[in-house]
């Protein structure tokens, strides 16, 4: 009894310190954020430091070969720009506020990350308009047994403050101090084209997603977008969703990343990686109880490449009445891998009818686009 009641009160010890450690570590980020924040008011702008997320990656975040599965890598990369744009937002007077994702710029996956390793995402404000900001994020993994480290994964993510008293009040956003004249023209340029591109795509996100295959149905054709198109149908929870009941944007990423898996998997039945992800945009919001429908369909195969539309449609569970709305979209690329991670060719892609036809024309004037850009960065960097 006695040794138990000594264990107890070391025990109560021992949460006491930790809960100081805590504590005097809070305040002393306090006393540093107040001191940026003066700092700004003198200058007229500031900038936030870096904000970094590291976690050891475990079997649970493994895809069925044994790589870190891309979703888990896409909801890092949100969770981090997130923290860092919510907390540069909250460092004025005003409504408390909360970073919400509306979209993400081309993911380049460029090296797989494997279960033991560390992941470190690192986020930094690069970009602030009045009512929008920049995050840019990469991710190095470190295997922490031979201390070995490589870039796997760099994005560009957009976010707009939400008032936590009023998640469709736009707050306005603090500015941040750039380094030149020129680093913040280039922002405004990135600024002006994801606004351009984000009203182009508003034209078409209200296209129809054929219904996935009947089973009862006769099969369809191997190597068709019907054989492969694959939907994936998700009931909203609390454990999804940020403060203000809407889904977390990395939540919706995993989701996509994964029927985007399913498709390039049927179609080659080998081994898949997602590769890249073009630009996903979050045209509404979707709320904790609603039901989710994630669909995918193949939209262009080149040699050893897929670009795989990815839509994601959603409904409330108790307001049928309002019916179902585009709530995501994004082209997701995968390749085929043999057992030794090295790139297979992938199957030709057999189209069928006008509309599809279209999409293969406008995902291949894509794979050009993409592909001319990657050879004319590769140039600037020698």
Not at 109 to 121: C, D, K, R, T, W
Not at 128 to 154: P, R
Request: glycine share 6%.
């Amino acid at each position: 009894m006695d040794c138990s009641r000594a264990q107890q009160s070391q025990a109560s010890d021992e949460v006491d310190k930790t809960t100081a450690v805590v504590e005097k570590q809070q305040h002393s980020q306090s006393k540093q954020v107040s001191k940026d924040v003066r700092e700004g008011e003198k200058t007229g702008a500031w900038k936030y430091p870096k904000n970094q997320l590291s976690r050891i990656m475990r079997p649970d975040d493994a895809n069925i070969v044994g790589n870190v599965h891309g979703g888990n890598i896409l909801r890092m990369i949100e969770e981090a720009g997130c923290i860092v744009g919510t907390r540069h937002c909250n460092t004025q007077n005003g409504d408390r506020c909360l970073a919400a994702l509306v979209r993400v710029e081309k993911t380049e996956f460029l090296s797989p990350v494997f279960i033991g390793e560390v992941a470190h995402v690192t986020a930094e404000i690069t970009y602030t308009s009045k009512h929008s900001l920049e995050v840019q994020v990469k991710v190095m993994a470190e295997n922490i047994l031979t201390g070995a480290k490589k870039l796997a994964n760099k994005a560009a993510l957009w976010y707009v403050p939400c008032s936590l008293r009023n998640v469709d009040k736009i707050m306005e956003v603090p500015p941040v101090k750039y380094a030149s004249a020129e680093q913040e023209e280039e922002g405004r340029k990135r600024y002006e084209a994801q606004k351009m591109e984000r009203l182009e795509t508003k034209a078409r996100i209200e296209e129809v997603m054929p219904s996935p295959p009947n089973p009862e149905d006769p099969p369809k054709e191997k190597h068709t977008v019907g054989f492969s198109q694959s939907s994936l149908i998700h009931l909203v929870g609390p454990s999804d969703c940020t403060l203000h009941d809407y889904v977390h944007g990395g939540v919706t990423m995993k989701l996509m990343d994964e029927v985007a898996g399913i498709v390039a998997a049927r179609h080659c039945n080998t081994n898949v990686v997602t590769a890249s992800v073009d630009a996903i945009n979050f045209h509404r919001k979707i709320k904790k109880g609603c039901v989710v429908t994630v669909t995918g369909r193949l939209t262009f195969v080149s040699n050893k490449s897929m670009e795989i539309e990815v839509l994601v449609d959603a409904s409330s569970l108790v307001e049928a009445e309002k019916g179902k709305y585009r709530a995501v979209s994004a082209f997701f690329t995968f390749i085929s891998l043999d057992k030794d991670n090295k790139p297979l060719p992938v199957p030709a892609l057999k189209v069928e009818g006008e509309d599809e036809q279209r999409r293969f024309d406008e995902g291949k004037a894509r794979y050009l686009q993409n592909k001319e850009k990657r050879l004319s960065d590769k140039t600037r960097r020698q």
